[in-house]
């Protein structure tokens, strides 16, 4: 399966610890989101990467978070000192350079802070 | 800042029968809008794209309508199947770098 991976897939940590979330998006595509989802709602934008640059930032990413893209691949989501408000669904998605506007996702991962 | 009404949380429908679902948006102009499925713990899978000059879009047994005089999209699944229960999400362009979705409505097709 070619498609976006993330790990790990669900991660339960007790408040306070950081965590770090990995997505590796679909080998051609040079653009990468990170969206976050809680139960009832639909995703909502967190960041945003072109290749390595990290272009864009919603306000909903606090500085407690932070995100990379070192080589323009695969990106982390890190997460300082988890807050229970931090627990929901992280989604990743990749977008083709010539057809940008269709956003493949991966499965998530499923963070509850306790 | 951006809308979007999704037009209810849960919809349930006969097998076989026609499901309709809403978006209704506000404070916006999107160039273009997509709606997803999702599964439940699953990310969402696109499934659609309509342009702001296109009134229609069809793919199999799905279609979409796009007015941008009413601010609204149809997504329409025929001849549906159980197969077809899911969350649906419309999500707009924002002319930034990123989509807008909205709450979604969960369809259940009945056997």
Request: glycine content about 6%; hydrophobic content about 30%; overall charge positive.
């Amino acid at each position: 399966d070619t498609g976006v991976s993330q790990d790990p897939r669900h991660k339960i940590t007790k408040r306070g610890q950081n965590v770090t979330f990995r997505c590796d998006p679909i080998s051609e595509h040079n653009r990468l989101y990170w969206y976050r989802q809680t139960l009832g709602q639909g995703p909502e934008f967190l960041t945003y990467f072109q290749n390595e640059a990290q272009l864009e930032k919603s306000r909903l990413l606090s500085d407690r978070f932070s995100a990379e893209r070192p080589k323009g691949s695969f990106s982390t989501l890190e997460i300082q000192r988890t807050e229970q408000g931090d627990s929901a669904m992280y989604l990743c998605a990749s977008s083709f350079r010539r057809s940008q506007e269709t956003q493949y996702f991966g499965p998530g991962t499923r963070l509850l802070v306790l | 800042s951006q809308k979007i009404e999704q037009n209810s949380e849960a919809l349930n429908i006969q097998e076989g029968k026609t499901a309709t679902l809403t978006c209704n948006y506000t404070n916006y102009s999107p160039a273009y809008l997509q709606w997803y499925r999702q599964d439940p713990g699953r990310g969402p899978v696109f499934l659609l794209l309509i342009r702001e000059n296109e009134k229609e879009k069809r793919k199999e047994r799905l279609k979409v309508t796009f007015d941008t005089t009413l601010k609204q999209s149809l997504f329409h699944i025929t001849a549906s199947q159980p197969a077809d229960s899911a969350t649906y999400l419309c999500a707009l362009e924002t002319g930034a770098n990123n989509l807008f979705f909205g709450t979604g409505t969960r369809l259940t097709v009945i056997p």
